[in-house]
């Protein structure tokens, strides 16, 4: 491993990135050349299912993160921790008062509790919005709000807002991308004034700042917990998705990600904004750039109807990428698109099934395949670039024989992930708020 240089203390920099996704917390430190030094996990509860609602109260993601900091430090130079970031999953909110303590439970990415405050929301808001969905930060706040009414309510947190304020105690700030499923405007970089029509004070809005800038300074009670310096820098993060889209080292415009998980999520990265609601897409700050993509049903999902990973790693070593099956598929798991094609009512398209599974596995994979292709080519339509090249996130990227596929499709340069976890992304952020050395005013 390269050597890294030294800071001021003579001691190896250390940036510490955690990552708060669905089912556990996970960070890792790296150094100075952005190698990866020490990673630690631990599970997350699954939250608290009721009716069409999640909630998890903040205090479990707080025992978890210490827990997986003491993990990650036990082999690391903790004198040489310069900085931590933290990124969250995408819209999950709470309340809190003036002292950043929660006064409810948190309503987590998937709840989808707050229907009638979406159709207020529906009303006042651009239809471009990101707002516009019962899974978005904006309705779940009122629902907050309304199911709480006598609590003297001082801050709008996102998830990893309030796991960086138990690190800094400074309450009141977010990120550009965290902000986006909450109204904020990252055109005009404001909270634009229809928000008040639904209620919501000003003053519970965060100040927003962008993805990897200093925020505040660790509290002398926890570096002495953690036995870390005391001026360790607390960086704004971000989602765990853009997280992740970090690590991957896409960062030129055209660059472009796809996550092959449950379903079908294609980015490509953009010198303007794109938004079309009808399909999904909309856009969210990325450095200088923007980061414009959709979500197709499509996807991982449908594979596991048919078949166990173990088949799956079985056939995929037996398909021939070279002699198209001729199958012409669209997979979806259920009745419903929305992107690249906004049909409601499409049905699955899954037949004929040959006799022979190998050929069934390898015409799902060209229909997923095509669809990805379809994507990207509406999004490049709609304004944004073809992609100069693809990497890949999620399950699917370690499989080989579809990463063929899809390359015969797209035609681009499809080069590996330099890395897929989000909390590298994140300590990459940790890093640039700490080289950059600039801080909000607090």
Same mark, same amino acid.
Request: charged content about 15%; proline content about 8%.
């Given at each position: ?41 631990? /599970?997350?509860?699954?939250? &608290? ?22 993990? $990650? ?13 933290i990124d969250g999953t995408s819209a999950t909110v709470l309340l809190t008062d003036a002292q950043g303590q929660p006064l409810t439970t948190a309503l987590m990415y998937n709840d989808a509790s707050a229907s009638e405050q979406l159709a207020r929301v529906q009303a006042v808001a651009p239809a471009d919005n990101p707002v516009n969905a019962v899974s978005a930060g904006l309705p779940k706040i009122m629902w907050l709000r309304e199911h709480n009414p006598s609590q003297p309510v001082r801050h709008v947190m996102h998830q990893a807002d309030w796991l960086s304020f138990q690190l800094s105690q400074h309450a009141g700030f977010s ?45 002398? &009670? ?56 009808? =399909? ?8 200088? =750039? ?15 109807? =048919? ?14 990428? $070279?002699?198209?099956?001729?199958? /012409? ?34 015409? $799902? ?7 990805? =292709? ?69």
């Amino acid at each position: 491993m390269p050597q890294s240089p030294r800071s001021e203390l003579g001691h190896t920099n250390i940036y510490i990135g955690i990552d708060v996704g669905t089912s556990g917390i996970r960070a890792i430190a790296i150094d100075e050349h952005a190698n990866p030094l020490s990673e630690a996990r631990q /599970d997350l509860p699954s939250p &608290e299912p009721q009716d069409h609602g999640r909630e998890q109260s903040p205090a479990i993601w707080w025992t978890v993160c210490q827990g997986v900091l003491t993990d $990650l430090l036990r082999t690391l130079d903790r004198r040489a921790v310069r900085a931590i970031a933290i990124d969250g999953t995408s819209a999950t909110v709470l309340l809190t008062d003036a002292q950043g303590q929660p006064l409810t439970t948190a309503l987590m990415y998937n709840d989808a509790s707050a229907s009638e405050q979406l159709a207020r929301v529906q009303a006042v808001a651009p239809a471009d919005n990101p707002v516009n969905a019962v899974s978005a930060g904006l309705p779940k706040i009122m629902w907050l709000r309304e199911h709480n009414p006598s609590q003297p309510v001082r801050h709008v947190m996102h998830q990893a807002d309030w796991l960086s304020f138990q690190l800094s105690q400074h309450a009141g700030f977010s990120d550009s991308n965290n902000c986006l499923k909450t109204g904020y405007d990252p055109v005009t970089q404001t909270w634009p004034a229809w928000i008040a029509q639904l209620g919501i004070p000003e003053n519970w809005l965060p100040s927003v700042v962008p993805p990897g800038q200093v925020i505040g300074t660790i509290t002398t &009670e926890i570096a002495h917990s953690f036995d870390l310096p005391t001026d360790v820098r607390i960086v704004s993060g971000t989602t765990d998705s853009t997280a992740a889209i970090i690590a991957t080292g896409a960062h030129r415009i055209g660059d472009a990600v796809t996550s092959l998980g449950s379903t079908l999520v294609c980015k490509v990265i953009s010198d303007k904004p794109v938004s079309a609601p009808n =399909y999904g897409v909309y856009s969210q700050p990325f450095g200088d =750039y923007w980061l414009v993509g959709g979500a197709s049903n499509s996807g991982g999902a449908v594979l596991r109807q =048919y078949f166990t990973d173990a088949q799956m790693h079985d056939m995929s070593a037996r398909i021939d990428p $070279l002699h198209p099956t001729g199958l /012409d598929y669209y997979p979806l798991p259920a009745t419903g698109e929305r992107f690249p094609v906004n049909a409601p009512d499409l049905e699955p398209r899954l037949n004929p099934r040959p006799n022979d599974d190998v050929q069934f596995f390898q015409g $799902l994979l060209e229909g997923i395949a095509r669809i990805e =292709y379809n994507a990207y080519r509406l999004l490049h339509e709609l304004g944004a670039p073809y992609p100069v090249s693809v990497r890949t996130v999620g399950g699917g990227a370690k499989n080989r024989a579809w990463t063929q596929l899809r390359s015969q499709q797209l035609q681009v340069d499809m080069p590996a992930a330099a890395h897929t976890e989000a909390a590298y992304g994140s300590a990459l952020l940790a890093k640039r708020g700490y080289r950059n050395n600039k801080e909000i005013g607090i």
